[in-house]
């Protein structure tokens, strides 16, 4: 049915919204939406032989090759997913390889990675000490599979639950001859993607967080060879099976060629300017503030106000920001990641996540700034 007299635009106000939400998705950057326009045009199976496959088929491993290019490997090692939660539980268990009760991984991960790890029997390695993202290695054992993030999706701490020290971490997983695979999601674009993609077995990213659409990512493989084949179907040499999506992965490639890491260092300033900001406030505290972080994620604890209630009315605000991971929306549990961090339940529900991303500019920083005491007043004598 066509709706007719509808309006498709969005009102004056929304289109001037403030948007501090980056680490859930970035925005369609103009080259990916014009390599995407490009390919709708574009006829024909990517496995297909005759004409109309090839051209489609030309459009996916051009996009490889940007891919590939960013993570620094060689197009064989990039295999394209449905996005970085399917990235995750293909590394993983193509890691795993069958056995069950060998992954491990922290408290602190992306839901995507503690998932497949509590699938797969295996268990979660505690702090070594609260209040800091430093993980406890010693229970380690000999040969397990170490599922981490490169940079933490609510803290952006580097190195997740490493104090910044993921070589270190990986180094002493290898000597016990372990094997790793690297959550990059939220570091591609905004870290040097190969030097990361280096130290582990294999990497998961995804398109969105960099200026790509929703719905396409990529695993990388340190050793493409080494990684067994699944029996499911032919496309991407075997280690995952289905259609390409040539329209997504045509602007994944746009995105990762003009994805340059150099320029986050006017983010990460920005993000400073709104933590000082922030804690110039009564009773603000930061998340993971004494450890080396990215730049440019802000996890904020607001004492005697709940998050959800701070997020709702800084969105009547005109300003989108969020309580953790976009995975677990929806839900007013406090965030795993901060009771992580050895906060009571009651204080890990006063979290607010500010992400910030290329786009953002210091008006807007300025204006959440001049927009939170009044709101934080209302949410801590309505709490």
Same mark, same amino acid.
Request: glycine share 12%; proline share 4%.
């Given at each position: 049915?066509?709706?007719?007299?509808v309006?498709?635009?969005?009102p004056?106000?929304?289109?001037?919204r403030?948007?501090?939400?980056f680490?859930?998705?970035? =925005?369609?950057?103009?080259?990916?939406?014009?390599?995407?326009v490009?390919?709708?045009?574009?006829? +024909?199976?990517?496995?297909?032989i005759?004409a109309e496959?090839r051209?489609?088929?030309?459009l996916v491993?051009v996009?490889? &090759?940007?891919?590939?290019?960013?993570?620094?490997?060689?197009?064989?090692?990039?295999?394209?997913t449905?996005? +970085?939660?399917?990235a995750?539980?293909?590394g993983?268990e193509?890691?795993?390889?069958?056995?069950t +009760?060998?992954?491990?991984?922290?408290?602190?991960?992306? =839901?995507?990675?503690?998932?497949?790890i509590a699938?797969?029997?295996?268990?979660?390695l505690?702090?070594?000490?609260?209040?800091e993202p430093?993980?406890?290695l010693?229970?380690?054992?000999?040969?397990?599979?170490f599922?981490?993030a490169?940079?933490?999706?609510?803290?952006?701490?580097l190195?997740?639950?490493?104090?910044?020290?993921?070589?270190g971490?990986?180094?002493a997983v290898r000597?016990?001859?372990?094997?790793?695979?690297?959550?990059? !999601?939220q570091?591609?674009?905004?870290? =040097?993607?190969?030097?990361?993609?280096?130290?582990?077995?294999t990497v998961?990213?995804?398109?969105?967080?960099?200026?790509?659409p929703?719905?396409?990512?990529?695993?990388?493989?340190?050793?493409?060879?080494? !990684?067994? #084949?699944?029996?499911?179907g032919h496309?991407?040499?075997g280690?995952?099976?289905?259609?390409?999506n040539?329209?997504?992965?045509?602007?994944?490639g746009?995105?990762?060629?003009?994805?340059d890491?150099g320029?986050?260092?006017?983010?990460?300033?920005?993000g &400073?300017?709104?933590?000082?900001?922030?804690?110039a406030?009564d009773?603000?505290r930061?998340?993971?503030? #004494?450890?080396?972080?990215?730049?440019g994620?802000?996890?904020a604890?607001?004492?005697?106000a709940?998050?959800?209630a701070?997020?709702?009315?800084?969105?009547?605000a005109?300003?989108?920001?969020?309580t953790?991971?976009a995975?677990?929306?929806?839900? !007013?549990?406090?965030s795993?990641?901060i009771v992580?961090?050895?906060?009571?339940?009651? #204080?890990?529900?006063?979290?607010?996540?500010f992400s910030?991303?290329?786009?953002?500019?210091?008006d807007?920083? &300025?204006a959440?700034l001049?927009t939170l005491?009044a709101?934080?007043?209302?949410?801590?004598a309505?709490?």
């Amino acid at each position: 049915m066509i709706l007719t007299g509808v309006s498709t635009r969005f009102p004056a106000a929304i289109m001037r919204r403030i948007y501090l939400d980056f680490n859930a998705t970035a =925005p369609l950057s103009a080259v990916a939406r014009e390599a995407m326009v490009a390919a709708l045009d574009v006829l +024909g199976n990517p496995s297909s032989i005759h004409a109309e496959g090839r051209a489609a088929r030309h459009l996916v491993e051009v996009a490889r &090759d940007q891919v590939a290019a960013l993570a620094g490997v060689g197009r064989e090692q990039v295999v394209f997913t449905s996005g +970085g939660t399917e990235a995750n539980r293909l590394g993983i268990e193509l890691l795993a390889d069958g056995r069950t +009760g060998i992954g491990v991984t922290t408290a602190l991960e992306h =839901p995507s990675v503690r998932g497949v790890i509590a699938a797969l029997g295996g268990r979660e390695l505690g702090m070594v000490r609260l209040d800091e993202p430093v993980i406890d290695l010693e229970p380690l054992a000999v040969g397990e599979v170490f599922a981490v993030a490169a940079v933490n999706h609510e803290l952006g701490t580097l190195g997740s639950s490493t104090a910044g020290d993921l070589a270190g971490t990986i180094a002493a997983v290898r000597a016990r001859g372990g094997r790793v695979h690297l959550d990059a !999601v939220q570091a591609a674009g905004r870290c =040097p993607l190969a030097a990361l993609v280096a130290l582990a077995d294999t990497v998961a990213i995804s398109a969105h967080k960099l200026g790509g659409p929703a719905g396409v990512g990529a695993l990388i493989l340190q050793d493409a060879d080494r !990684v067994p #084949r699944l029996e499911l179907g032919h496309q991407e040499r075997g280690r995952r099976a289905g259609t390409e999506n040539v329209v997504g992965i045509a602007g994944f490639g746009a995105a990762a060629a003009h994805a340059d890491p150099g320029t986050w260092t006017a983010v990460a300033a920005l993000g &400073d300017r709104l933590e000082q900001g922030l804690l110039a406030l009564d009773g603000v505290r930061i998340h993971g503030g #004494r450890v080396p972080r990215v730049g440019g994620t802000i996890n904020a604890g607001f004492s005697g106000a709940r998050g959800h209630a701070l997020v709702i009315a800084l969105d009547l605000a005109g300003i989108a920001a969020s309580t953790g991971a976009a995975c677990a929306s929806g839900s !007013v549990a406090p965030s795993p990641v901060i009771v992580a961090l050895g906060h009571r339940p009651d #204080r890990a529900v006063e979290a607010v996540r500010f992400s910030l991303g290329r786009s953002t500019t210091t008006d807007e920083i &300025d204006a959440v700034l001049a927009t939170l005491p009044a709101v934080l007043q209302r949410a801590r004598a309505h709490r």
